[in-house]
């Protein structure tokens, strides 16, 4: 049965809202009051909830080499279908493993981890397929770029002929059995920017992403072939060492500009390991005694975050609570002062993997992480490596993490600073018992477009307040914009024989939320 709210006197109103009504509310039938309800931290209305799905050496996608484009899209879509089941809002892909692409570059061959031979046409566009599927499930998509790697060999005759590892040689050095770009010629970094930045041109992508890669990690005690290279470039730094960590700071930099200057809203994130230095080499540092990644791989990552040459910060805190060595207790902390009165968003790198390898022995250790999370208000959400380690949940630590955390729908975290605003209230149409659920309709006016949607039940039929809205209590859906005139989405979890209030929120493309649509009882 459709309905819609009746009459509401004044009085009544005032009575149900507390004694206030705001701006055009009252016509709507809604209050707009400032959420004071206690909310439930084990359901937070705003949280960023990803995997990254590795392709670098096939970890995760594809699960081989020489799959068909079919095979290869059931793989992937396996994938985001696996992240909506677990009430995840964001995939974190890597479309450039090694100076390669997974989209038709015009600086870089196609990845030799789709089809098994470097610069082979796939059949398709991987990047524009996974984006749209992404889409279809309401899922942002960030775009994971490792900048320098070359290959996971260090034998330059395994480029194809024309890759530019083999085109210009003076560029890359091999280091550990791999084979690098050389961060500290200008050349190569302005073209690493110029790879990376075509697809973020060319696609409606929600973010770049890099990971811990910069200078590679040290092996033995086999310095970098790098000393021509600063005495070239040196630009008057005392020491290689911190010449080293500027590189990778322009790189930073100057990538965060050239982002934002062509797509303003894309957000750029990086994934440091997840100790900067130890307390014992700098009073900045963490109480931690593990490997620095200032010094190990230039990573001064620290910086990257107070200077907001970033949006978000993902820091790896790959260890257990309670580890001497890196403990999770003590790098949260750290990690939360650091972002503490920046713009920039704090997001912790959790190690599913470290479960499947048998490190992680208890199955609740995940879960754990995320409630000790919840005493820093600074960690907007959690990104879980890798997809296969999700997927797999040895011990049942992602489905326990999830029965607990993730029960409900999040939205994404609000990035101010890039700009945006919220769409007016969606127009709340219809709410109708059909076969198999509850069909809810909505529409949308005015200059903003909404990207998405939240749909909103309570139970019984009754006058929503913001209260009802200041965590993900009530919140069964997010759908992304069809553009279908009305917009239409089906509670399949409605029991019948009972009533429920809906309202619908709208939300651009950076999660600026509307005001709640009219209520609708059905």
């Not at 450039?96 to 570059?105: E, L, Q, V, Y």
């Not at 084979?179 to 010629?185: F, K, M």
């Not at 207790?329 to 002062?337: E, N, Q, R």
Request: aromatic share 12%; charged share 25%.
């Amino acid at each position: 049965m459709t309905s819609t709210p009746g009459p509401i006197d004044r009085r009544t109103l005032l009575r149900m809202s507390g004694g206030a009504v705001v701006g055009g509310a009252f016509a709507a039938g809604l209050t707009t009051l400032p959420a004071h309800a206690d909310t439930d931290q084990d359901r937070p209305k705003r949280q960023f909830r990803a995997m990254w799905i590795s392709s670098v050496v096939n970890i995760d996608w594809p699960s081989k080499t020489g799959l068909s484009v079919e095979e290869q899209q059931e793989e992937f879509v396996a994938w985001l279908d696996l992240a909506r089941e677990l009430n995840l809002n964001a995939v974190i892909s890597q479309v450039r493993p090694t100076a390669d692409a997974f989209w038709p570059s015009e600086h870089e061959p196609w990845s030799q981890y789709l089809t098994g031979t470097q610069g082979e046409d796939p059949g398709y566009d991987p990047l524009a397929f996974q984006l749209a599927e992404a889409r279809k499930r309401n899922l942002e998509y960030h775009a994971w770029f490792n900048p320098y790697r070359v290959s996971m060999s260090e034998d330059p005759d395994q480029l194809v002929a024309d890759h530019p590892g083999r085109l210009h040689p003076e560029w890359v050095f091999g280091y550990g059995g791999k084979l690098y770009y050389n961060p500290g010629i200008p050349e190569v970094r302005e073209f690493v920017q110029d790879a990376m930045l075509d697809a973020v041109a060319r696609y409606d992508i929600d973010g770049v992403h890099f990971d811990d890669y910069f200078y590679p990690y040290p092996v033995d005690d086999l310095d970098y072939p790098d000393a021509d290279t600063y005495q070239e470039y040196g630009r008057g730094i005392d020491s290689i060492e911190d010449w080293r960590r500027d590189n990778i700071n322009l790189l930073v930099k100057e990538m965060g500009e050239r982002i934002h200057d062509l797509k303003p809203w894309v957000k750029f994130g990086i994934s440091p390991f997840g100790i900067w230095r130890n307390a014992s080499s700098d009073p900045l540092g963490s109480q931690t005694s593990g490997t620095e990644s200032y010094d190990a791989i230039s990573a001064d990552s620290r910086t990257w975050v107070k200077q907001g040459w970033v949006d978000y910060i993902n820091p790896q805190i790959y260890w257990q609570i309670g580890l001497d060595v890196a403990d999770y207790a003590a790098l949260v902390p750290w990690w939360a002062d650091v972002v503490a009165d920046t713009d920039v968003s704090l997001y912790i790198g959790q190690a599913a993997y470290k479960v499947t390898s048998g490190v992680f022995t208890d199955p609740k250790e995940l879960s754990q992480h995320l409630t000790f999370n919840q005493d820093y208000p600074q960690v907007d959400g959690d990104v879980w490596f890798s997809a296969k380690d999700v997927r797999d949940d040895e011990l049942d630590a992602i489905s326990l993490m999830a029965e607990r955390h993730y029960s409900r729908p999040a939205l994404s975290p609000l990035m101010k600073h890039l700009g945006g605003r919220a769409p007016q209230a969606p127009v709340a149409m219809t709410a109708r018992r059909i076969s198999g659920g509850i069909q809810v309709q909505w529409g949308h006016r005015g200059a903003v477009t909404p990207a998405s949607y939240a749909i909103w039940r309570l139970k019984g039929r009754r006058l929503p307040t913001a209260d009802d809205l200041a965590d993900a209590t009530c919140l069964v859906a997010t759908v992304r914009a069809s553009g279908a005139r009305p917009e239409r989405w089906v509670d399949t979890t409605a029991a019948s024989g009972k009533d429920y209030t809906y309202v619908v929120t709208a939300y651009d493309r950076l999660g600026h939320e509307s005001e709640m649509s009219r209520a609708l009882y059905a």
